[in-house]
């Protein structure tokens, strides 16, 4: 890690002016995009001014500016009593909310350690994205696979495959599964105990969390339904594999293997729901001690920050890994099986539309609305999120869709996005789904009753667990397969289809958390239907 300070002095009213300017020039030498700077810069402006009244000019501080793992990142240390500027509300589900902020990059993390106050934001990457790296490893794979197999020989083509290809496969899958399990554990553990006190944690967040939680699950249900009939299991001999009658021993063996035998078995074997329950169980744990565990609370959000940073740079493999499989499917003639990929594709769009347009149509007929008014008030943000992906980029103008187009009140929109961001992912859950039964229908992987249950499960956890880091998708992949008996390979197949639909994704999910917060805030008061009535 390297650090530089770039300036020291009293915090003042007017040296606060020139710490903007300086992380505004900051910004502009990572690359920064103008909305960008100007978003972070009034952020960070609001944030010190909350500094300075709570201390007056008695206090120092002093700016830095570093690199972590190649990410670059700003640090503001000032000295006095602990205090997080970032928290403004007595309300735990605002004050998590915030947090979750902080962990998707839109607000600086805060620390108090030996009487020193540290804000720290972490600056987006410079980077080709995603898509672009994906289709550069595709477009190689093809051309010096294609080249391989004219011009080498099938024994030099197993060795170069048994020594290099399948080895390097392994490692990066053994390094996706030594880490994506604990930080499963630490997201759940973080997610659940950053509620505040059982006591504490308002009926509002409370209502909030549970609908996005029973939502996903209803949404996991009729979508793995759907696509076992679309996308019928076969067996290893070639017949249809239904789901048969299964005793409840069998069920409730489901359940039992839930608890796991120790606190290591689940981790070396990537058992997602057995990870998930110790989650659930420290994070429960640690919420009802309350503050007798502030301690562990700190240890492990340090832990989260950690993994997760090791974990964004595990990921970064991603492109070398699609390009490694996809040469020995070509060498070893499955490359078929990419060329099937366009199917789960094109039922995750239908999927998402019909499930917008039947949400939209929901809406209007119940606040007596539009159609026409209500998709006008979304296309904007729609757009802009299909063309670029980026939740984070449009989070602005989505809270503002939120207050000035639908008239949620802007207090229960600031709470609410953000949680809706991190927990509420329908095109997510939907993807999830597809991917399983049109991967075990490509791999010959049998599926029934019992698998459908646990599928569905596991969607949901998995779509509410996954982390705000790039490449927490594909790492999920790896947990998601193995827990469905799906081979490794079809990582690669459904990371290839995951770079394309996040588009869409992105969008469906923006779109669809836009209506759910109204019909939420409504419940509670807070909907403005004047303005929701408004034409857009």
């Known amino acids: 890690m390297s650090l530089k300070t770039i300036r020291e002095d009293r915090l003042t009213r007017s040296e606060v002016d020139v710490i903007s300017e300086q992380i505004e020039m900051l910004l502009e030498k990572s690359g920064q995009n103008k909305t960008d700077r100007l978003r972070t810069k009034l952020m960070m402006e609001d944030i010190i001014l909350n500094i300075c009244e709570r201390f007056g000019e008695d206090?120092?501080?002093?700016?830095?500016?570093?690199?972590?793992?190649?990410?670059?990142?700003?640090?503001?240390?000032?000295?006095?009593?602990?205090?997080?500027?970032?928290?403004?509300?007595?309300?735990?589900?605002?004050?998590?909310?915030?947090?979750?902020?902080?962990?998707?990059?839109?607000?600086?993390?805060?620390?108090?350690?030996?009487?020193?106050?540290?804000?720290?934001?972490?600056?987006k990457r410079k980077s080709i994205g995603s898509l672009g790296a994906i289709l550069i490893s595709i477009a190689l794979a093809v051309i010096l696979g294609a080249v391989g197999a004219v011009l080498l020989s099938d024994s030099a083509k197993e060795t170069v495959s048994g020594l290099v290809f399948e080895p390097l496969q392994k490692m990066f899958l053994d390094l996706l599964s030594v880490f994506s399990g604990f930080l499963i554990l630490l997201s759940v553990s973080c997610g659940i105990f950053n509620m505040g006190n059982v006591s504490s944690f308002s009926k509002m967040g409370r209502v909030m969390f549970m609908r996005f939680i029973g939502f996903t699950l209803?949404?996991?249900?009729?979508?793995?339904?759907?696509?076992?009939?679309?996308?019928?299991?076969?067996?290893?001999?070639?017949?249809?594999?239904?789901?048969?009658?299964?005793?409840?021993?069998?069920?409730?063996?489901?359940?039992?293997?839930?608890?796991?035998?120790?606190?290591?078995?689940?981790f070396m074997n990537g058992n997602a729901m057995q990870i998930v329950l110790i989650g659930i169980i420290v994070g429960v744990t640690v919420l009802v001690l309350g503050e007798k565990a502030n301690g562990i609370k700190s240890v492990a959000e340090e832990l989260n920050n950690m993994v997760s940073s090791i974990l964004s740079g595990?990921?970064?493999?991603?492109?070398?890994?699609?390009?490694?499989?996809?040469?020995?499917?070509?060498?070893?003639?499955?490359?078929?099986?990419?060329?099937?990929?366009?199917?789960?594709?094109?039922?995750?769009?239908?999927?998402?539309?019909?499930?917008?347009?039947?949400?939209i149509v929901y809406f209007c007929i119940r606040y007596r609305v539009s159609v026409g008014t209500i998709v006008r008030k979304l296309l904007p943000t729609f757009m802009k999120l299909i063309t670029t992906a980026s939740t984070i980029g449009a989070f602005s103008e989505t809270i503002e869709d939120g207050t000035a187009k639908f008239g949620i009140d802007k207090k229960y929109m600031k709470v609410a996005h953000p949680i809706r961001a991190i927990v509420f992912m329908p095109g997510l859950a939907t993807e999830f789904a597809v991917l399983i039964y049109s991967m075990a229908q490509l791999f010959s992987v049998e599926i029934g009753l019992i698998q459908i249950i646990m599928g569905i499960l596991i969607i949901t956890i998995l779509t509410v667990a996954v982390p705000p880091i790039?490449?927490?998708?594909?790492?999920?992949?790896?947990?998601?397969?193995?827990?469905?008996?799906?081979?490794?390979?079809?990582?690669?197949?459904?990371?290839?289809?995951?770079?394309?639909?996040?588009?869409?994704?992105?969008?469906?999910?923006?779109?669809?958390?836009?209506?759910?917060?109204?019909?939420?805030?409504?419940?509670?008061?807070?909907?403005?239907?004047?303005?929701?009535?408004?034409?857009?």
């Open 218 to 266: 209803l949404i996991a249900a009729f979508v793995s339904i759907g696509c076992y009939f679309l996308f019928p299991p076969v067996s290893v001999s070639g017949d249809t594999a239904g789901a048969g009658e299964t005793g409840l021993s069998d069920i409730f063996g489901m359940i039992y293997d839930i608890v796991p035998g120790d606190p290591v078995t689940p």
């Open 59 to 123: 206090t120092t501080y002093t700016l830095y500016a570093g690199t972590v793992f190649g990410r670059q990142f700003i640090r503001l240390c000032y000295t006095g009593e602990s205090f997080d500027p970032n928290i403004v509300s007595d309300d735990p589900s605002e004050n998590w909310s915030r947090r979750i902020m902080s962990d998707m990059g839109l607000s600086p993390v805060w620390q108090y350690r030996n009487g020193v106050n540290t804000l720290e934001l972490k600056l």
């Open 314 to 359: 595990v990921c970064k493999m991603i492109p070398g890994y699609v390009f490694l499989v996809l040469i020995n499917m070509i060498w070893s003639g499955t490359y078929k099986q990419l060329l099937n990929i366009w199917k789960p594709m094109v039922t995750m769009v239908a999927i998402d539309i019909a499930f917008l347009a039947a949400v």
């Open 470 to 536: 790039a490449g927490s998708v594909a790492m999920v992949f790896g947990i998601l397969f193995t827990q469905m008996g799906i081979p490794v390979e079809a990582i690669a197949l459904a990371v290839t289809c995951d770079v394309f639909y996040d588009f869409l994704d992105c969008a469906i999910n923006n779109s669809v958390g836009i209506l759910e917060c109204a019909m939420q805030a409504d419940k509670f008061g807070m909907l403005d239907h004047d303005v929701l009535k408004k034409q857009g």
